[in-house]
């Protein structure tokens, strides 16, 4: 009799287990990454974080005693827009446009870090895996998981065309992509081949900008005792336009002059001034906004940088007082 009351309550317990390992769940509360917003011809990588809560419910007292362990495995895969392996970079993307990006588990942004997938698939296989454990009885148990994220200034990014500004490019995961794997169980950590899933739906994008940036050299003339006759000089000045991007470059007069056409340095301790010219041809037409017969520099970007030459001029004219002649024009590229 004694050993049937032992049975009755050994198979009581087995099935208050199996329904209790049917009752205890894990949910995961993701949130999307998003990128500042990219200029495509940024020349430093942009980063971005979020968190993922995870939590863990025991429904009932005796769950909590018989499988106060939890073992959690979330699994990431390509995602969307991205080729089929993390070896490379993921990829945001919107059609043509793409840039490489990759997210990590801590801001070493090591690629030993990188958030990946269950053994078997596409992505390496480091997925992020925890245990957590209930010291008994109802209640439930969470976890904060932070992620980092890292979008890479390279020529994937800079060979994008990107056309309307501020053109989002994305990833997309969910069931099949970013996947949480669970346990409840008696004993230690288990390995992530776990039969409890849940779908991860999160979302990874960035703004591309149109962009461009220009840097001027100083244009400096030699030396002269006399002005008698015409001195010449150059200087180089670069821009770097989006892809695809047309743009412009107007020049203004200057500090001491009236017009763009007749610009002049001054001597700061006379006030005596120096007439001089700029153009993008040897002697040719004033640089300026395209009014009063000056011209402008214009062109299409293609993501990498281009050298033009600016050429100055001080015609012949009266000389003034020895001394220093000096003027500041400022060239702003419009896109």
Do not use: H
Request: hydrophobic fraction near 40%; charged fraction near 10%; aromatic fraction near 8%.
């Amino acid at each position: 009799m004694m050993a049937r009351r032992w049975l009755l309550l050994l198979g009581l317990l087995l099935a208050l287990l199996g329904g209790q390992a049917r009752a205890d769940n894990c949910s995961i509360t993701p949130s999307d990454i998003v990128f500042p917003s990219v200029s495509s011809i940024s020349g430093s990588d942009v980063f971005a974080a979020a968190s993922f809560q995870v939590t863990c419910t025991w429904t009932d007292f005796l769950g909590g005693l018989l499988t106060p362990n939890v073992t959690v495995c979330l699994n990431l895969g390509a995602g969307s827009n991205s080729s089929t392996t993390v070896t490379a970079p993921r990829q945001l993307g919107n059609g043509s446009l793409k840039a490489n990006y990759n997210i990590y588990t801590d801001a070493s942004y090591a690629a030993a870090k990188i958030w990946g997938g269950w053994a078997g698939t596409s992505t390496a296989s480091t997925p992020i895996t925890f245990q957590m454990t209930k010291t008994g009885g109802l209640g439930s148990l969470s976890q904060t998981i932070p992620l980092y994220a890292k979008l890479t200034a390279d020529a994937t990014l800079a060979a994008n065309a990107v056309g309307a500004d501020n053109l989002t490019v994305s990833s997309t995961f969910g069931a099949g992509s970013a996947v949480m794997q669970y346990q409840f169980s008696l004993l230690g950590v288990l390995g992530c081949a776990l039969p409890q899933t849940v779908a991860i739906p999160f979302q990874v994008r960035a703004a591309l900008i149109n962009d461009c940036n220009i840097n001027a050299g100083s244009l400096v003339f030699p030396n002269a005792s006399l002005l008698s006759s015409a001195m010449r000089t150059s200087a180089n000045l670069t821009v770097r336009c989006s892809n695809s991007t047309a743009y412009k470059i107007v020049f203004s007069a200057g500090g001491n002059a009236s017009s763009m056409t007749a610009r002049r340095m001054r001597n700061a301790s006379t006030n005596e001034m120096v007439a001089y010219q700029i153009s993008s041809s040897l002697d040719g037409p004033s640089l300026g906004d395209g009014s009063g017969g000056t011209v402008v520099m214009a062109g299409t970007g293609d993501g990498t940088s281009k050298s033009l030459t600016v050429f100055g001029l001080v015609p012949p004219q009266t000389t003034p007082s020895p001394g220093d002649y000096k003027d500041t024009v400022t060239a702003t590229v419009l896109f």
